[in-house]
């Protein structure tokens, strides 16, 4: 046999080395520094501050330059920082009596269905009722201290995360529950082990909701609450009164950085706690 007889199948198979392709140099990057990720919000947030400064110069009694916002900040930073703090504590007192309060009566609901039919219309209703209003009363009934403003909060968390966790508990597959029914499992046992995992996803949707408007409840709740003296809603309402704008939006600027952190917190939380659910199961 002559070498242009062999067979050829060999040398037209590549080496392995040849076939093993250098990855790309982007995808030895992390996900969070890819310029897919980061790029676009950067260029949204620059073509935000260019039009922002644009309609400064328009309309300087609408809204202040950005540097003028900055240098408020800059210049007395405690001043935010301390009334950031007193907005921040009750925002999440507020929300942790919410939270326990509504979590409490949304397995009592799941379970009674007596309750359910009686409690949830009114939950309903109470959800998308401007429950800030009632703050000058609560002022009355206890005073100048912090009770007003964490009532407020709270009421306004509250009915979000009931509705949700309550839809959660009720959202076991039917063939799950006869599941659990033939092995004889008691309530409790299917409480712990199949309806609280079930209604997980609903309680973090609900807290990505009530995380950001918990501030947004104890931030109303000091501008309506008479004698208020701390917190950035008050800080608001005292430069409005004095037509000080950069003071409003540098107070402003403080309550969106809270909301973001609020918000990127529970969605670290969510993603660790969720990674067995579906939703989270390629790692989004």
Known sequence: MTALDAPTGLAETPAPAARIAAPPAARTLPA????????????????????????????????????AIAET??????????????????????????FVGSSILAV????????????????????????????????????FGPEPKLIVTAIICFFPILINVSVGLRSVPTAVLQFYKTIHASRAEMLWHVRVPSALPYLFAALKIVFPLS???????????????????????????????????????????????????ITAVERRALRWHETHADGA
Do not use: D
């Open 215 to 265: 501030i947004v409840g104890a931030v109303v709740a000091e501008m309506f609450a008479p004698g208020a003296s701390e917190g950035l809603g008050t800080a608001i309402g005292l430069a409005s009164s004095n037509n000080k704008l950069p003071v409003i939006y540098a107070s402003i600027f403080m309550l969106a950085l809270m909301g973001a952190a609020l918000l990127g917190l």
């Open 32 to 67: 969070s520094l890819r310029p897919s990720r980061w790029l676009p919000i950067v260029l949204m947030i620059l073509a935000l501050a260019a039009l922002w400064q644009i309609t400064a110069q328009g309309m300087p009694y609408l809204l202040p330059p950005l540097q």
């Open 108 to 143: 009592a609901i799941s379970e009674v269905a007596v309750l359910r039919r009686a409690i949830m219309p009114i939950a309903v209703v109470l959800n998308v009722t401007p429950l800030v209003a009632i703050a000058p009363a609560l002022v009355v009934a206890f005073g």
């Open 73 to 98: 900040l800059i210049g007395n930073p405690a001043y935010y920082l301390e009334n950031a703090w007193i907005t921040l504590q009750e925002a999440l007192i507020g929300l942790a009596i919410a």
